[in-house]
């Protein structure tokens, strides 16, 4: 008489499933939180990096952007790229971004009714969002 031997499936040692609840953003308007750390916190928030040139550009002349504003912002990033564009001014609501495509990051930012009389040099395209 042969024997037989029953197999059980294999079931490799699985952890628990855990999933984490992100907390919800704080409100660009919270009287709790100063501008400097909300723009720190829109800012660590998006695809696109800022120089801390631009940091401080956005923080003196009063620039800010919503999540919205972000994602168009990156993109038109992303599009400039698939364009072969490497230095590019973004013109977007009244506001004006030089942005090193290659390195996904805004170099300087400024208002556009501040732009009279300037000259920007070493860009390859524009981009209208």
Known sequence: MSQFRILKPYVPNQQPITKTIPQPKSK??????????????????????????????LQEQGIQLSDEELNRLSNGVDKAKQKG?????????????????????????????????QIITNIDSAVLL
């Open 28 to 57: 660009i308007g919270d009287s709790n939180t100063s501008f400097s750390d909300q723009l720190q916190k829109t800012l660590n928030n998006s695809d696109v990096k800022f120089s801390k040139h631009a940091k401080l550009r």
């Open 85 to 117: 564009a490497k230095e590019s001014l973004f013109l977007m609501n009244n506001n004006a971004f030089v942005v090193s495509v290659k390195n996904e990051t805004v170099i300087t930012a400024m208002k556009q009714n501040n732009m009279e009389e």
